[in-house]
C-alpha cells in the first residue's frame, strides 16, 4: 500500500473521529450551527480562512487566472488579504457579533428579516442560498476529483462518489464545533502545503529571476502590473472575489460564533497573515504554468493545443513536486477543500431548515426536530452538489464567479447598509437584492463572463439601497 494512500486512510479517520466526537456534544440547534457561540480567536481564524479559501482557488482560479493574467493575478491576493479579511475583521466583525446579540438572529436571513421587517427579504434570501450555493459546492468537488484523478489515477466519477460520500459523513455528524477544531488542523497543514509548494516551484524554475524572465519571453504582459487580458477583468476579478466576503452568509456566520471583541482582534491578525501566505503563493504558482507546461511536456493539459483550465493545476502539481512531497500538496487541496464545503453545506442546511421550515412553514418547531433536520439536509445537498459535479457544466472559475456574483448582488446592499444604517428601509433592501441578483443573472445569460456580471451586479446592489431608501422616505 502506497504512502498516499495510508496518509490519507489516517486523514480521514482523524476527521471521522472527530466528527463522532462533536456528533455527543452538538445537542441543540446553536451547538450544531454555532458552536454555542463560544468560538475562540484562533479556531475562528482558522475556519474563516481555510472557508474562504479551497480547491477552487488552488485548482480553479490559481490555474485559469495565472495562467491568461500571469504576475498581475497577484492583485487578486492582496485584495483577498486586505479587504475580503483584514477590512471584513476590522470593520464588520465586531458589528456582526454585535447585531446577532441585538438582534437574536443565527443567519443573515433572519436579520435582514428583523431589520427591514420584511419576510419576504428572509425567503427570497434563503432560496437563494439554497440555489447558488450548490453549485459553488460542485465546484469544490470538481477540483477534489480533479486532483484525486491526477494523483491517484481514480476514475473522475468514482472520486467524485467517495468524496461525497465522506463529506456527508463528516458533515452529518459533526456540526459547526467539529469544524472548527478540524480546521485549526486544515489550516497548520495548509501552511506547511504551500510552504513546499513555493519551494518547489523556485527549485524546478532555478530561481524567480529565470521564471520571470520565461514568462516574459512568451508575453512581457504576464510580468507586469496588468496581465494580458487588461484592467476590467483584472478589476472584476480582484472585486469579486474581495468585496464578496462582507456579505457572504458562509463567511458572516464566523462572527456569530465567535466569543468576544477581545477573539476578534486576535482572530483579525492571524486570519490576514494566513490569507497572505496562502493566497499569494498560490497565485503565484498559477501564474508559472505557462513557464512549467506545454502541449510536448504535459499533453493532460491541453486538448487540441489548448489548455484544460481545470486541469493545469493538477498537472503542474504533478510535475514539480517531488514524489516524497506531494502527499502533503495532496493533503493541502483536500484541507482547503472540506473546510469550505463544511462551511457552504452548513449554511445551506441552515437556509432550508432554520429559515423556511421554522420560518415559514412550522413555526414551533422543536430545537431536536430542528438539528435533525440541519443533518438531513447536510446530505441533501451533497448528494445534489455531487450530482451537478458530475455534469461538468462548466470551468470552476465560470461557476464561482456566477455563485460569488450571485450570492454578493443578493445581501451586499441590504446587509452591509442595514449593519452600518438605521436610514436604510425596506424598500431600498428588497430593490437592491432583487434588481442586484436580475442584474447578474441577465449580463451572464448574454454571454458575459460570470466575474464580470458578478462585479456589476455587486455593484447595482450597493448602490440601490441608499438610492431607493432616500426616494421613498415614508417605507416601513
Not at 456569530?256 to 494566513?274: C, N
Not at 493532460?300 to 512531497?325: C, R, Y
Amino acid at each position: 500500500m502506497s504512502l498516499k494512500v495510508i496518509v490519507i486512510a489516517i486523514y480521514a479517520l482523524i476527521i471521522v473521529a472527530v466528527g463522532i466526537a462533536g456528533f455527543r456534544k452538538a445537542r441543540s440547534f446553536s451547538d450544531f450551527f454555532l458552536g454555542g457561540g463560544q468560538v475562540g480567536a484562533w479556531m475562528t481564524a482558522f475556519t474563516y480562512g481555510t472557508a474562504y479559501f479551497s480547491a477552487v482557488l488552488f485548482i480553479g482560479f490559481a490555474g485559469k487566472i495565472g495562467w491568461g493574467f500571469g504576475y498581475s493575478s497577484l492583485w487578486i491576493a492582496l485584495g483577498n488579504t486586505l479587504i475580503g479579511v483584514l477590512g471584513v475583521w476590522w470593520f464588520m466583525g465586531y458589528r456582526i457579533k454585535k447585531m446577532s446579540v441585538e438582534y437574536n438572529v443565527s443567519t443573515m436571513a433572519e436579520f435582514l428579516d428583523k431589520r427591514y421587517n420584511s419576510p419576504f427579504l428572509k425567503l427570497f434570501s434563503s432560496v437563494c442560498i439554497f440555489i447558488f450555493f450548490i453549485p459553488y459546492s460542485a465546484a469544490v468537488f470538481m477540483g477534489l476529483s480533479y486532483l484525486f484523478r491526477s494523483t491517484f489515477g481514480i476514475d473522475y466519477t468514482v472520486a467524485l462518489i467517495l468524496m461525497g460520500g465522506f463529506t456527508a459523513i463528516y458533515l452529518v455528524l459533526g456540526g459547526y464545533k467539529s469544524i472548527t477544531i478540524i480546521d485549526m488542523v486544515f489550516g497548520v497543514i495548509m501552511l506547511v502545503g504551500v510552504s513546499v509548494l513555493l519551494a518547489s516551484v523556485l527549485d524546478k524554475g532555478h530561481g524567480l529571476a529565470n521564471i520571470s524572465s520565461g514568462l516574459s519571453a512568451i508575453d512581457p504582459k504576464l510580468v507586469s502590473m496588468v496581465g494580458p487580458p487588461g484592467w476590467w477583468p483584472l478589476f472584476s476579478l480582484v472585486f469579486l472575489t474581495s468585496v464578496a466576503p462582507m456579505a457572504m452568509p458562509q463567511l458572516v456566520q464566523k462572527f456569530y460564533a465567535i466569543k468576544d471583541k477581545k477573539s476578534i482582534r486576535i482572530g483579525m491578525v492571524a486570519s490576514s497573515i494566513f490569507a497572505l501566505i496562502i493566497t499569494g503563493i498560490g497565485y503565484f504558482t498559477g501564474a508559472t504554468t505557462r513557464f512549467f507546461l506545454s502541449p510536448g511536456n504535459t499533453p493532460g493539459a491541453f486538448s487540441n493545443s489548448k489548455p484544460v483550465f481545470d486541469a493545469l493545476m493538477p498537472e503542474l502539481l504533478t510535475n514539480i513536486i517531488p514524489e516524497g512531497l506531494s502527499v502533503v500538496i495532496l493533503l493541502l487541496i483536500l484541507s482547503a477543500s472540506m473546510s469550505t464545503l463544511a462551511a457552504l453545506v452548513l449554511i445551506s442546511s441552515s437556509s432550508i431548515a432554520k429559515d423556511v421550515y421554522a420560518g415559514f412553514i412550522k413555526r414551533d418547531v422543536s430545537d431536536q426536530r430542528l438539528t435533525m433536520l440541519m443533518r438531513f439536509s447536510s446530505a441533501i445537498i451533497v448528494m445534489l452538489a455531487v450530482i451537478l459535479a458530475y455534469f461538468r457544466p462548466s470551468t470552476i472559475v465560470s461557476i464561482l464567479g456566477i455563485s460569488w456574483g450571485a450570492i454578493g448582488a443578493v445581501f451586499l446592499g441590504p446587509f452591509i447598509w442595514g449593519l452600518f444604517t438605521k436610514r436604510m428601509n425596506k424598500m431600498g433592501a428588497i430593490s437592491s437584492s432583487v434588481i442586484g441578483l436580475a442584474t447578474c443573472t441577465v449580463l451572464y445569460a448574454q454571454g458575459m463572463p460570470s466575474p464580470q456580471a458578478g462585479t456589476i451586479g455587486m455593484i447595482v446592489s450597493l448602490a440601490l439601497n441608499p438610492i431607493v431608501s432616500l426616494l421613498t422616505p415614508n417605507q416601513a
